[in-house]
């Protein structure tokens, strides 16, 4: 990617070393967020929802934040400038498609475990999209993971924060708390995972084409991490339709370059 020319994100909260964490009143322990991911992939459940109940459960948390500039390191620095971009895309598409004007989320860095408006997160998690407070949360350990999956090259990250971001768009268009109603759903989880993607493409589409930030290899980059969360990649064999939570490799990949191709999130009808 070449993001020496972004901007930089005012709306990221380094949260990581001490900026953040987990308050008095906090009762829950690392075993139950040990198992969070765990829980999410096998019962197709969406992660926010599992912390959300235990955080009713452990007690409340005190949310302690600063706000201050944070580390200054090439993470959070690559970090700022995809979400800048994001901001940058989505304020001309999504007013665009809607006609209503895009609210930007917050994304906030942090390390191990930090109290949300969903709950508690944990690193074990992974990514995720809280939509009780409007913010994308990130610890950035997950991306040395994510390599490992096969998720490489320096787009794949951009990938995982647009998809994080495709969320925050469902969640102004009202799809997230549709999806609710729907819940327990294995279809209506896919399609929510799946429409993410697809607007993480439409993204790329017009970072590539208006903003010249992509390379030759990024589009390859982001189909590749795509495949590499897939049910089916995730736990190493193929996966029933019905007990699937975010799609197979080849849905996850499809949709991200259905939308890369279109560059128009109302191509991204995945419950249609």
Same mark, same amino acid.
């Given at each position: $990617?070449? #993001?020496?020319?972004?901007?930089?994100?005012?709306?990221?909260?380094?949260?990581?070393?001490?900026?953040?964490?987990?308050?008095?009143?906090?009762?829950?322990?690392?075993?139950? #967020?040990?198992?969070?991911?765990?829980?999410?992939?096998?019962?197709?459940?969406?992660?926010?929802?599992?912390?959300? $109940?235990?955080?009713?459960?452990?007690?409340?948390?005190? *949310?302690?934040?600063?706000?201050?500039?944070?580390?200054?390191?090439?993470?959070?620095?690559?970090?700022?400038?995809?979400?800048?971009?994001?901001?940058?895309?989505?304020? +001309?598409?999504?007013?665009?498609?809607?006609?209503?004007?895009?609210?930007?989320?917050?994304?906030? #860095?942090?390390?191990?475990?930090?109290?949300?408006?969903?709950?508690?997160?944990?690193?074990?998690?992974? %990514?995720?999209?809280?939509?009780?407070?409007?913010?994308?949360?990130?610890?950035?350990?997950?991306?040395? *993971?994510?390599?490992?999956?096969?998720?490489?090259?320096?787009?794949?990250?951009?990938?995982?924060?647009?998809?994080?971001?495709?969320?925050?768009?469902?969640?102004?268009?009202?799809? #997230?708390?549709?999806?609710?109603?729907?819940?327990?759903?294995?279809?209506?989880?896919?399609?929510?995972?799946?429409?993410?993607?697809?607007?993480?493409?439409?993204?790329?589409?017009?970072? +590539?084409?208006?903003?010249?930030?992509?390379?030759?290899?990024?589009? *390859?980059?982001?189909?590749?991490?795509?495949?590499?969360?897939?049910? +089916?990649?995730?736990?190493?064999?193929?996966?029933? %339709? +019905?007990?699937?939570?975010?799609?197979?490799?080849? $849905?996850?990949?499809?949709?991200?370059?259905?939308?890369?191709?279109?560059?128009? $999130?109302?191509?991204?009808?995945?419950?249609?």
């Amino acid at each position: $990617m070449r #993001l020496g020319r972004s901007r930089r994100s005012d709306n990221v909260i380094d949260a990581r070393g001490g900026r953040g964490g987990v308050g008095r009143g906090a009762a829950i322990g690392c075993g139950p #967020l040990i198992v969070v991911g765990i829980l999410a992939l096998l019962f197709g459940a969406d992660p926010s929802e599992i912390l959300r $109940m235990l955080g009713q459960q452990g007690g409340a948390t005190q *949310q302690v934040e600063q706000t201050a500039p944070g580390q200054a390191d090439e993470a959070s620095e690559y970090v700022r400038r995809v979400l800048g971009e994001t901001e940058d895309v989505w304020e +001309d598409v999504y007013p665009a498609a809607t006609g209503q004007p895009y609210r930007e989320p917050a994304l906030v #860095l942090y390390s191990g475990v930090y109290p949300t408006a969903c709950g508690t997160g944990s690193s074990a998690t992974g %990514p995720f999209y809280c939509p009780s407070d409007q913010r994308v949360y990130i610890d950035l350990s997950f991306f040395n *993971q994510l390599a490992r999956m096969g998720g490489t090259g320096d787009f794949a990250p951009a990938y995982v924060i647009a998809h994080e971001v495709g969320h925050h768009i469902q969640n102004l268009t009202g799809v #997230l708390a549709a999806s609710q109603r729907a819940r327990g759903r294995s279809d209506v989880s896919v399609a929510v995972e799946l429409q993410a993607d697809c607007y993480a493409g439409v993204w790329a589409h017009h970072a +590539d084409r208006e903003r010249d930030v992509l390379d030759e290899s990024d589009v *390859q980059e982001g189909l590749d991490a795509a495949a590499a969360v897939g049910d +089916d990649a995730i736990r190493g064999g193929a996966v029933a %339709p +019905d007990a699937l939570s975010h799609g197979t490799s080849q $849905m996850r990949a499809e949709w991200f370059l259905r939308g890369f191709r279109s560059g128009d $999130m109302r191509a991204c009808d995945t419950f249609g």
